[in-house]
């Protein structure tokens, strides 16, 4: 045993103590066995450090921090490189503010666009999000600081976040939601990571033996420590026993008691403790290091200058007609649109960075070289009418040879805790756009989005570029883009379809009850948009430069594809190239083409390049649930090298042997999938998918009601609580900045008082409430009593021994 000499020395009370955190950020420290505490801190695009009161949903201030373009943002960089620079970066402010671990970054699938938190993911695909987030993981770790990628996993709506099941196959399990993980795990090694908040298929995240023991440990390998998301444990001893280590925030002495209670009635064995020591020993160790290192090297000029290199290489351009873009110096333009002056360059929640000076469009413009006429507010964020506002800009247009115009979603849309009701940008806003076209029709739209928009209106202008939300430095980019300093190449790393009604999951995206049925399976994004032929506004992997690109020489066999790109404009730039592998004869229904590499090619203008995209264990494998391992189909397959998913330039055929495994899939009894018509697939085909019934969702009064959910109880109290905090939040919502808090709770089951009032409240209580909610009014409130005075006495007694 490794650590056997520390282990020695504690008691059982001890370990147990270690494996739940001692405050909201901080784990327990035993100095007496050498042990130290760390610090754990969000988050995925800027350090978090509280140094105050903390919580966990960064509503008190943080130390300045920079704050770099979210994920959803410098996925369309598509630069792994650039992932592990900014990971570099986070680790030297982690070390600076005595930071350990690095609760990031995020790489949940985007299922749908409306998951409220999809700016802090990359993308719809997993290697896309995987190959990003192994470069963060890479860069944090590699300056001796603890990353820890999150939330694994099938964690991908806000609505009841703490309490959802996620239903799906295990093919769609594997192939769709796990494999970005996977890429993660072997090829960076994180040495921790964050379990997810909800089910899969019944059973907790944090507590799931097929996830934990059976694919994270057995098959990857990973070695290192599995943190709970916060308030994200239910049993604490059926988690340790299937691998998670560490349970946070502070779930106070009442998880100790659990786990020894476990431990004496022979529900955990006391070696499985002792493996879970062993895991958060290894993660203290890991960061030692940096711990004793201390820098003083917080956000710094250096930071600042990768923060607006990154914002530069995520922006992408999406329409440019007639060249409008760039605006040649001296060019009279109006700014116009709120989002000029107050920027989105982040979205709100645990990952909200305390930027010192966040660069806004209309400051930025001072040095651009182009002749600022004027800036109007135009339209107000949140979607109130206001003709006066409308006018103003729609004059300054008149006046301007071109218009800059910001459009964007606004504080409420995308924020933790909360999943978005449309695909839409605010109506005042649209009709400001149609307002000014036809004033001027040289419109530029600049959005500000960290997720896909419908933008039926683009039409009404002449170039669009997609900003997202691009960090404390995305306004300079933006500026530098307009005016051709730089030479915007990102890529789309979501499709943005026509419309909410095109997505494949809209049938069963954050529906009411528990469970989140996933019965589009495989066919999230363009996986989709392709097999069903239905034409996105915005294809995966597109996007304009000012230059142009040509391919040619394309050779490829299994192992890889060589080919050459060449800039055939004027102008140097960058061009992202994508791989993708096609097989049009299946026995197994399939995508029309998956992603399987890529890369990033800069080129001088006139400038040739020969590339070589190697091809590994993904590139043809699929998974078999008959013999429930990845399998290989032989056969012939096509290598497709595209500008987007959709531009396909060249194309390779190429034979592969097969593994000769057994067809899973009867295509009769399963039309719609081998069809890709998934928006409504019958229930008899996703029970042969799923290979079992579905299961069915019950409304229980029990530790696992959330509060929203309390209108159901048989408790006037119940009733009362929940439609005061419905209307506290429907008050908030209104006033256009999420109450955090209120969304949290509003989600949140009963059981996670118990996990995060720092010992507070305790299970006991908890179940006293139950029994309140059950309708047993006098004895429920009797147990609130008894176990509030047991928890007291038992509080102080562990304190002693510990
Ligand atoms: C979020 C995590 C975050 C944690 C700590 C949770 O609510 O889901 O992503 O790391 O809080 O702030």
Redesign the pocket.
């Known amino acids: 045993m490794k650590y056997a000499n520390i282990l020695s020395k504690l008691t059982l009370d001890q370990k147990c103590a270690l494996l739940s955190g001692a405050d909201v950020f901080k784990t327990r420290e035993i100095p007496a066995a050498g042990i130290s505490s760390i610090w754990l801190t ?2 995925p695009h800027g350090l978090r450090k509280q140094a105050g009161a903390s919580d ?2 960064g509503l008190n201030p943080s130390e300045p921090a920079t704050c770099f373009p979210t994920a959803a943002a410098t996925a369309c960089s598509w630069d792994e490189k650039l992932g592990e620079e900014i990971g570099s970066a986070l680790a030297e402010e982690a070390i600076a503010q005595g930071v350990d671990v690095i ?1 990031g970054p ?1 790489l949940n699938i985007k299922r749908s666009p409306l998951c409220g938190r999809n700016f802090e993911y990359f993308s719809e695909d997993p290697y896309l999000a995987g190959k990003m987030a192994a470069g963060y993981v890479r860069g944090i770790q590699k300056r001796g600081i603890a990353a820890c990628p ?2 694994f996993a099938v964690n991908n709506q806000e609505t009841r976040r703490m309490a959802s099941d996620s239903i799906l196959d295990e093919r769609t399990l594997r192939e769709i939601y796990l494999t970005g993980f996977e890429i993660v795990v072997r090829e960076s090694a994180p040495a921790s990571i ?1 379990s997810s ?1 909800n089910l899969i298929n019944g059973s907790y995240a944090n507590e799931n033996k097929h996830l934990l023991e059976d694919i994270l440990k057995k098959d990857w390998g990973f070695q290192g420590a599995v943190v709970t ?2 308030g994200g444990s239910n049993d604490h001893a059926m988690g340790v026993k299937t691998g998670s280590t560490l349970e946070m925030p502070a779930p106070g002495w009442d998880s100790i008691c659990e786990l020894k209670k476990a431990v004496e009635n022979g529900r955990l064995k006391e070696s499985d403790i002792d493996a879970r020591i062993e895991e958060l020993l290894d993660l203290i160790s890991f960061t030692k290091n940096a711990r004793e290192e201390k820098k003083s090297c917080a956000a710094s000029e250096d930071h600042k200058k990768l923060a607006r290199r990154a914002a530069a290489e995520a922006l992408t351009l999406l329409k440019n007609e007639k060249e409008l873009l760039p605006l040649s110096a001296g060019t009279r333009v109006a700014l116009i649109g709120d989002f000029a002056a107050l920027p989105r360059y982040q979205g709100a929640g ?1 990952s909200q960075v305390n930027a010192p000076h966040p660069s806004n469009v209309l400051e930025c413009m001072e040095n651009s070289g182009l002749e600022l006429i004027g800036y109007a507010q135009g339209f107000h964020r949140l979607g109130k009418e206001d003709e006066g506002l409308l006018e103003e800009a729609v004059k300054l247009a008149k006046r301007a040879e071109a218009v800059i115009l910001c459009l964007g979603l606004d504080e409420v849309q995308e924020s ?1 805790g909360l999943d978005r009701e449309h695909m839409r940008l605010a109506k005042n806003q649209t009709d400001l756009l149609r307002a000014a076209a036809a004033a001027n029709p040289n419109i530029v739209v600049v959005l500000f989005s960290g997720s896909a928009v419908e933008t039926k209106w683009r039409s009404d202008c002449r170039a669009l570029l997609y900003a997202s939300l691009g960090g404390q430095e995305g306004a300079g980019a933006v500026v530098d883009a307009l005016t051709g300093k730089i030479n915007p190449g990102g890529k789309l790393a979501e499709t943005w379809p026509e419309s909410y009604e095109d997505t494949p999951a809209k049938n069963n995206f954050a529906k009411t009850g528990r469970m989140a049925q996933y019965r589009e399976s495989i066919y999230v994004g363009y996986r989709y948009y392709q097999k069903k032929n239905v034409s996105p506004a915005f294809p995966f992997g597109f996007g304009l430069s000012y230059t142009s690109f040509a391919y040619s020489d394309l050779r490829a066999d299994e192992k890889q594809a060589a080919f050459t790109v060449t800039n055939t404009g004027k102008r140097d730039g960058t061009e992202i190239a994508q791989l993708y592998i096609s097989k049009p004869e299946s026995a197994v229904f399939r995508a029309v083409r998956e992603l399987k590499g890529f890369c990033r090619v800069e080129l001088k203008a006139g400038e040739s390049r020969t590339v070589t995209i190697p091809l590994d264990d993904k590139a043809f494998r699929y998974w078999n649930v008959k013999s429930n391992r990845w399998e290989t189909e032989g056969g012939e397959y096509f290598v497709q090298i595209g500008s987007s998913s959709e531009a396909l330039q060249l194309t390779a055929s190429v034979n592969v042997e097969g593994t000769q495994a057994p067809v899973p899939y009867k295509a009769q009894e399963m039309a719609h999938y081998f069809t890709g018509d998934v928006q409504k697939v019958p229930d008899r085909e996703f029970t042969a998918l799923l290979g079992h019934e579905i299961p069915v969702s019950k409304k229980e009064i029990g530790r696992n009601m959330t509060f929203g959910e309390m209108r159901y109880a048989r408790s006037p109290l119940g009733w009362l609580a929940c439609a005061i905090l419905s209307a506290l939040l429907n008050r908030s919502l209104k006033k256009g900045k999420p109450d955090l808090n209120l969304l949290f709770i509003y989600n949140m089951p009963l059981r996670a008082l118990a996990k995060m009032t720092g010992g507070i409240v305790s299970m006991g209580m908890v179940d006293g409430m139950v029994m309140e909610l059950k309708g047993f009014w006098i004895i429920g409130l009797l147990r609130i009593l008894y176990e509030f005075i047991k928890n007291l006495l038992r509080s102080r007694i562990m304190e002693k021994r510990i």
């Open positions: 969000d988050g966990h949903l609760l995020g999150k939330h964050m908040y998301d916060w645990s933790e």
